[in-house]
């Protein structure tokens, strides 16, 4: 797996090799998770050159993670510059999808378009799951597993979701949900000028529909998609529907 030494420290990703005058996508997973939280629908499109990075601290890479949304921004930054990957359509799920607002709104240059998947402009965390990373992480694990999945998600893919959280541990997991808890950019939106695709399911319960539609509303460029029945972690829970949505806006629509 190539690795990629920036001021944020080494940071791993995968690379799936598109065409040389082909878009670049880059994904960038939420809170908690790795590279694992994207389907191969996406890590594997066709005709785009996807870049799948494990944030600092996660996944294999190096780091101790961020407290707050600007510092993962600024580690994202280094690597689309080492990786010269600019002019990405960035695609964020939920914590992914602040890195990717906060980069729309402070390095437009880098930028060319958003996949926003179950995510929003402000992301205040219910005390409880901050509580519970606090006082006791396995209760913590099992809180958020039991709201981050919609009601027809299988058990191995919960069983996927616990084991994330778990190699993430609490201290790492704790920096990510405080840097959601500080985001709020509900006033900037109007600010985003480049075009936006924004994916719900309508069984979210961390970051529901109202949150999506919000960024649909106010980003000047933007469409819509919600999900039948899918929660949180919609892109595993509909692989297919969410890949094709988001190739269609990659490759097709721009
Ligand atoms: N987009 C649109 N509207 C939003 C929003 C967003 N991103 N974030 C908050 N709002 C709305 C809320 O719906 C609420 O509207 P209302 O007054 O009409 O009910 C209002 O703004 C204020 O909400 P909020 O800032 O979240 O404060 P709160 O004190 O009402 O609620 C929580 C705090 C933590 C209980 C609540 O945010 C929540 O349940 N969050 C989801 C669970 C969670 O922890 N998710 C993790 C996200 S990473």
Wanted: proline share 5%; with cysteine; hydrophobic share 45%.
């Amino acid at each position: 797996m190539p690795r990629m030494n920036t001021a944020a420290g080494e940071l791993f990703y995968t690379i799936n090799e598109g065409p040389r005058d082909g878009p670049n996508l880059l994904l960038l997973h939420g809170a908690g998770g790795s590279r694992l939280h994207w389907p191969p629908q996406l890590r594997r499109m066709a005709g785009a050159t996807v870049y799948t990075l494990d944030l600092p601290g996660h996944g294999r890479s190096s780091g101790s993670g961020c407290s707050t949304i600007e510092c993962y921004a600024r580690a994202v930054v280094a690597f689309i510059e080492a990786a010269d990957a600019d002019r990405a359509v960035v695609v964020g799920h939920s914590m992914g999808g602040a890195i990717a607002q906060t980069l729309a709104l402070e390095h437009s240059d880098l930028v060319s378009a958003l996949g926003l998947i179950a995510t929003g402009a402000r992301l205040r965390v219910a005390p409880a799951i901050l509580e519970s990373i606090r006082d006791d992480f396995s209760h913590a694990v099992a809180l958020i597993t039991r709201h981050a999945w919609g009601p027809e998600a299988s058990e191995s893919l919960l069983e996927l979701g616990r084991e994330a959280l778990k190699d993430t541990g609490p201290d790492v997991l704790l920096g990510d949900f405080l840097a959601c808890d500080r985001f709020d950019v509900m006033e900037r939106l109007g600010e985003i000028e480049i075009p936006v695709l924004a994916i719900c399911g309508t069984a979210d319960e961390l970051t529901p529909v109202k949150y999506a539609r919000f960024l649909a509303q106010h980003i000047p460029d933007a469409r819509l998609l919600t999900v039948e029945g899918a929660g949180h972690m919609v892109m595993l829970e509909q692989p297919r529907e969410v890949g094709e949505a988001v190739r269609e806006f990659v490759m097709v629509d721009r």
